[in-house]
């Protein structure tokens, strides 16, 4: 990072906001500040909320404000919870575009300028990412891409990435922020793929056959069930969470979510439904095949080790 940069200037470029939401960040959220002002993008803010750490996050982040004006820190009295510090960087926005960055996680150098070109270029589309990348500490487990929703009718776009999301593609994409502003995050299980949903619904969302994110598997990013433990979900919730995102998919497009109250009462009852059959389909008879299969490979396999580690020895030594 240079402090000689003066990201405040606009240049004509749209104004982009980070929200960087953290709690006891201190020893990560330089790399993640870090990886934005490599972008070189000259229009932008970063807005850090510090959930009440109890590190030296707070130290770290008034550093960087005295370095980068174009930082601004918040720190909560109390710890609000993942989800309201999520929301709180999201509502102090006021770029033209906002993207939402976590503190373990960076950047891909230049993908900020391809982002803000492409929604200029585009204005019927609301989304835009590039591929994910997700790793184990430092090592590659998977590339998450191929998920563009592109189709003329908001109907499809919405089943579609119901049935083909896995681990909330998209959501670290860059959004219009008006639109974002107005749907948020209501602390449930699945929350950035209902918050995705309603952005498809309201725009095609391009997913850049480049990579754009780097997210690292760990924390609460590790499984569902810490994620379901860490924002207060029911047992329910934390042992069969796609049926708890596939109901809440019906209750999020026909009650909640303003996105979708142009359409008719019929319509709303027909894309809930369908989307909530589109998660359990995809999970249920798409995904957790290969999870049970995985599960009984590994109860053979144990025993077999263990023999080998036994037996085999033994045999060493009488030969």
């Known amino acids: 990072m240079e402090a000689k940069l003066n990201l405040g200037e606009a240049f004509g470029r749209p104004k982009i906001s980070i929200g960087l939401p ?3 960040g201190g020893r990560k959220i330089i790399t993640a500040v870090a990886s934005v002002f490599a972008q070189r993008y000259n229009n932008i803010e970063i807005i850090i909320s510090d959930n009440c750490s109890n590190d030296d996050t707070e130290e770290v982040c008034m550093n960087l404000c005295e370095r980068f004006p174009s930082i601004k820190y918040y720190r909560q ?5 993942v989800t ?3 929301n709180f960087v999201l509502q102090q926005a006021t770029g033209d575009y906002f993207l939402w960055l976590a503190d373990d996680d960076t950047l891909e150098p230049g993908i900020l300028h391809l982002y803000a070109d492409f929604l200029q270029d585009n204005p019927d589309y609301s989304l835009v990412s590039g591929q994910v990348k997700y790793w184990h500490e430092n090592t590659l487990a998977l590339i998450e ?3 563009s929703m592109e189709q003329s009718s908001p109907f499809l776009r919405v089943v ?6 896995m681990h909330g593609a998209m959501f670290y994409g860059l959004m219009h922020r008006r639109l974002a502003q107005t749907i948020g995050l209501r602390g449930r299980i699945g929350d950035d793929w209902h918050f995705v949903a309603s952005v498809a619904f309201t725009g095609k969302i391009k997913n850049l056959e480049v990579p754009g994110y780097n997210k690292k598997f760990g924390g609460l990013s590790i499984n569902m069930k810490a994620y379901a433990k860490a924002i207060g979900a029911s047992w329910f919730t934390a042992y069969f969470p796609h049926v708890r995102i596939a109901f809440d ?3 999020e497009i026909v009650h909640l979510s303003p996105q979708y109250s142009g359409m008719n009462i019929f319509s709303r009852y027909l894309l809930g439904i369908s ?3 589109s998660v359990l389909i995809s999970h249920y008879f798409k ?4 999870i049970v299969g995985g599960r009984i490979k590994r109860m053979i396999r144990k025993p077999y080790q263990q023999w080998q580690q036994t037996v085999m020895p033994v045999e060493k030594v009488k030969s």
């Open 22 to 24: 953290t709690y006891n």
């Open 77 to 81: 009295h109390i710890n609000r919870g």
């Open 84 to 86: 309201a510090n999520y």
């Open 145 to 147: 891409k191929d998920f």
């Open 160 to 165: 579609n990435y119901y049935f083909k999301v």
């Open 249 to 251: 998919a019906v209750s």
């Open 275 to 277: 989307s909530c059959v």
């Open 287 to 290: 995904v957790y095949p290969f």
